[in-house]
């Protein structure tokens, strides 16, 4: 079965970088998407960016675009997510997840349940 195990997160300043992992394990079939969300307390997870498998297409919320990078090392099977200026209102908890249904789809990955994996997360804290 498909392990996801992010990793990166920790406790930044506003303004300050991170760069989570998502180590993908025990895949051994094709996949559609790998997606980047987060939580916050109170708050629905929230879609971040994603990443095509098949031409490494890549999106981002409009929260995001312009600061956050998403990409694959197709070698060691990680994604990355570098998050650059990160914002107070930022903080959560960052999942990765794995989309392996191949039916064609156009545009984001961006539902959730759209994602048939998940790794346990990664608490990004950022202070004002």
């Known amino acids: 079965q498909v392990q996801l195990v992010e990793s990166g997160g920790g406790s930044v300043q506003a303004g300050g970088s991170l760069r989570l992992s998502c180590d993908v394990r025990e895949l051994t079939r094709d996949w559609y998407a790998i997606g980047w969300f987060r939580e916050a307390p109170g708050k629905e997870r929230e879609w971040v960016s994603n990443i095509n498998s098949d031409d490494g297409s890549t999106y981002y919320a409009d929260s995001v675009k312009g600061r956050f990078t998403i990409s694959k090392d197709n070698a060691k099977n990680v994604v990355y997510l570098q998050m650059n200026s990160l914002k107070p209102e930022e903080a959560a908890v960052y999942y990765c997840?794995?989309?392996?249904?191949?039916?064609?789809?156009?545009?984001?990955?961006?539902?959730?349940?759209?994602?048939?994996?998940w790794g346990q997360g990664t608490r990004v804290t950022v202070s004002s």
């Open positions: 997840a794995i989309d392996i249904d191949l039916r064609p789809r156009i545009g984001d990955n961006d539902l959730w349940n759209e994602y048939d994996y």
